[in-house]
């Protein structure tokens, strides 16, 4: 079973910047980041795909930016112009490939059963 680990999380000021890193035992096809904020439903922040696609939620494109390593099977999270709204436990996730007739499924489509997940980063955002 594929093992994640989270690092990065912490406390920023309102605008401030902060970069989260997920180390994975091993090659996974989609990853992806995750959050849970208190009261709330855990929600896809950001996706990677082996292939370079990439996706966000609507509330983070333009601030938050996600990249991987594959040599190294490790992804990160790069956020700027953090609001007190992306306070929440950040979860690192990974996926194997589906395909439905040959064709990837995407990885923000995945249902949150068919992902690994790491413990999670607390993230606050002081306003």
């Known amino acids: 079973q594929v093992q994640l680990e989270e690092s990065g999380g912490g406390s920023v000021q309102a605008g401030g910047s902060l970069r989260l890193s997920c180390a994975s035992s091993e090659y996974k096809y989609c990853m992806a980041w995750f959050r849970q904020a208190p009261g709330k439903e855990r929600e896809v922040v950001a996706t990677?795909?082996?292939?370079?696609?990439?996706t966000y939620a609507d509330s983070v494109k333009g601030r938050f930016t996600i990249s991987r390593d594959n040599s190294k099977n490790t992804m990160y999270l790069q956020m700027d112009g953090m609001k007190p709204d992306d306070n929440a436990n950040y979860y690192c996730?990974?996926?194997?490939?589906?395909?439905?007739?040959?064709?990837?499924?995407?990885?923000?489509?995945?249902?949150?059963?068919?992902?690994?997940w790491g413990k999670g980063t607390l993230v606050t955002v002081a306003s």
């Open positions: 996730a990974a996926a194997s490939k589906i395909t439905i007739a040959s064709s990837p499924v995407s990885c923000a489509r995945l249902g949150s059963g068919a992902y690994f």
């Open positions: 990677a795909d082996r292939d370079g696609r990439l």
